[in-house]
């Protein structure tokens, strides 16, 4: 029988907390940054935050944590198609923990819709984990600090000393605030490597009725 599936049983799930573990393990060999509950988590915690602020209802904001929670777990099969893979396997568990047809729609949509190849903000959860995935820049991503010499994405994500994401309703503005070390990599780095995921940031944010604006060292890129 079909009932109201929680965030808070998604993250008590072993099932879906061992898919996550597995998919950063196999990440962390091919030396891809951090992609485990740290990851699920903060993007959890922006996503339904974004929703809730722009005033979404309850049950919106608990889809956005559970489908931005469970985003990545496709890359337990492969980093390639990982989103519609992370899609598919994300319907068999919902389904199998009794959850509404409604909801498990807007769930795999929204999973199978945030990698940049073939993203689209199809609804408001697709736009919400867009945004939080393609914002979680850190330095505690990276997992060695010798990659950083050799390996661009870790050096962007190492160079990083803060980052905001702030929402602005007045302005109907979000705006990513980065502090970066040019010491350790120049800001044209940085673009080299997320220009396309600050692209669908912005598509993203339109869906929201926001614009999308890029702040790195006070200095104003987007």
Do not use: W
């Amino acid at each position: 029988m079909a009932r109201k599936v929680t965030f808070a049983d998604i993250k008590n799930s072993q099932e879906i907390r061992t898919y996550i573990k597995q998919a950063d393990a196999s990440l962390a060999v091919m030396g891809f940054t951090e992609h485990s509950f740290a990851h699920a988590t903060k993007c959890a915690e922006v996503a339904g935050g974004l929703l809730r602020d722009l005033g979404y209802n309850d049950h919106d904001v608990e889809l956005a944590k559970i489908a931005a929670y469970m985003h990545d777990i496709g890359n337990v099969i492969n980093r390639a198609d990982h989103a519609q893979s992370g899609a598919v396997m994300a319907f068999r568990i919902l389904d199998k923990m009794g959850m509404e047809a409604e909801d498990t729609a807007t769930v795999i949509t929204a999973i199978g819709n945030h990698d940049e190849k073939t993203a689209f903000p199809v609804n408001a959860v697709a736009a919400a984990i867009i945004i939080a995935d393609k914002t979680d820049v850190r330095r505690s991503r990276v997992r060695n600090k010798e990659t950083i010499y050799s390996d661009i994405h870790d050096r962007v994500n190492y160079a990083v000393e803060k980052s905001d994401l702030v929402l602005d309703k007045e302005n109907k503005t979000i705006t990513l605030y980065l502090t970066i070390d040019t010491e350790i990599s120049a800001v044209m780095d940085y673009f080299e490597i997320f220009m396309e995921r600050m692209l669908l940031s912005r598509k993203a944010a339109g869906f929201l009725h926001l614009s999308f604006k890029l702040s790195i060292n006070g200095n104003a890129i987007m």
